[in-house]
């Protein structure tokens, strides 16, 4: 039997590299992701699963076995290069979803009594106000 080397297998790797986002994306529109992940039976196991996980402590396992070097490194090296495309790319959706709580805030803002020389009956009746509409218009209790 004739075994590849790990260079072999990394040039090939890396030669998959022009027809793998093609297959990524083709695989991707063929799949449904949403039919069984609302199911009650997902619900059942996911719940499962989280019960089990806490049981075993395994978040904490897993936070033991890292430090912030590990993350640090992971974070600067594979975040900081990507994170202002992705930023770039979900202005669109960013600005849908939170244009309308700005709207809401802004309108309060505008109806807002004056500033008085009391600080506290400026917190109860500026901010307190500002603050329940952003909480309200993002959906929070």
Known sequence: M?????????????AAIT?????????VMAADW?????SDVAEKNYADA???????KKRQKAIAALNNDVWKSAAVNKG???????IRGAL???????????D?????VAALPPKTLDWRANINNRLVKVVETWKKAAGKP
């Open 2 to 14: 004739v075994i590849k080397t790990k260079e072999q297998a990394k040039a090939n790797f890396e």
């Open 19 to 27: 027809y793998i986002p093609d297959r990524y994306r083709q695989g």
């Open 104 to 108: 809401q805030v802004a309108s309060t």
């Open 34 to 38: 949403y039919t069984p992940a609302k």
């Open 80 to 86: 900081a290069p990507i994170i202002a495309e992705r």
């Open 92 to 102: 669109d959706k960013w600005l849908a979803v939170w244009g309308p709580m700005y």
């Open 50 to 56: 989280v019960s089990a996980a806490i049981a075993q």
